[in-house]
């Protein structure tokens, strides 16, 4: 059976809630302070396995008091953790987060476990051309690199959400099936060219890439073979944006291993993010598959 593979990171989310974004040098009086499980790697596995995708995730985190409780929260999640082991010598890496009134947030992440996971953790992964393999860039370049080529060569699908952006070697974009980015990592990559629909283009690493730009409550943008694929967003009461391309990607990746057609998943994943939007924190924000299709 298909599977959604998820080579990616696990951290603690601690979140502060504030009526804005401070300043540089300016403190503010928060209203809240919570600990959510996230990472980027931890939140799309857990979006595709509320999305009822058979999901194992990839990964480090260290032996401390956070450590335990993402794994407990993973596999309430049935998210598969065989293949994520305890670090005595590193923490549990960590996201430090500031949420405000409208919803919007900033990140810092302090890797921690995450970056010790090694190329050579990777190259023997038992990946099946049915898979689905999906990796961020909260992981070392050359581990990102090693997961694709893995996933490649035993010829699995592959997603790469470049985020947080940073600069890449084409090589490493080109070993991508689909390109996920939101606005802000598109004009990264692209220097910022044109409108999205000429952003998605430019990003485009060879011809049978799709390249997806998520837009906010814009929607997305497709780059499927020679067609544009535009979908709207949906008008919704926004709580807390943390996570929301996270759940794309891995609304899509679900969607995909259950043979959907690669315009139907963007759909999916559009429609899954814009109630990831409606809901407090990162991996417990994620819909299920009934929230979703409840839309219609």
């Known amino acids: 059976m298909p599977r959604v593979v998820v080579v990616g ?13 401070p300043a540089v040098g300016e403190t503010l009086l928060g209203s809240a302070l919570t600990f959510v499980p996230g990472g980027k ?18 990964g480090r985190v260290g032996a401390d008091a956070f450590g335990d409780s993402l794994l407990e929260f993973l596999s309430a999640e049935r998210v598969g953790t065989r293949r994520v082991q305890r670090l005595p010598e590193v923490t549990t890496g960590v996201a430090i987060i500031v949420v405000d009134d409208g919803g919007d947030n900033t990140i810092v992440v302090v890797p921690g476990a995450n970056h010790a996971l090694t190329p050579a953790d990777v190259d023997s992964l038992p990946i099946e051309a049915d898979d689905i393999v999906v990796v961020q860039y909260e992981l070392s370049l050359p581990v990102v690199f090693a997961a694709l080529s893995r996933a490649r ?15 890449s070697p084409p090589e490493l974009l080109r070993l991508a099936d689909f390109l996920v980015v939101n606005e802000s990592e598109l004009a990264f990559f692209t220097g910022g060219a044109g409108d999205v629909i000429a952003g998605v283009e430019a990003l485009r690493q060879r011809p049978d890439q799709v390249v997806i730009a998520t837009i906010g409550p814009g929607g997305a943008v497709a780059l499927i073979g020679t067609d544009i694929v535009e979908v709207k967003g949906r008008t919704v009461p926004v709580v ?4 929301a391309g996270d759940c794309f990607v891995g609304a899509l990746a679900a969607a995909l291993s259950s043979w959907a057609e690669v315009d139907e998943a963007v759909h999916f994943a559009n429609l899954a993010a814009s109630l990831a939007v409606q809901r407090p924190g990162a991996g417990t924000g994620m819909p299920t598959l009934a929230d979703v299709e409840a839309l219609g």
């Open 240 to 243: 807390d944006t943390t996570g």
């Open 41 to 58: 790697g931890a939140n799309q596995a857990v979006a595709a396995a509320r999305l009822a995708a058979p999901t194992e995730l990839v």
């Open 9 to 21: 990171s696990i951290n603690m989310d601690v979140v502060a809630r504030a009526p804005r974004h």
């Open 153 to 167: 060569r035993n010829g699995a699908r592959t997603i790469l959400n470049p985020a947080p952006a940073q600069a």
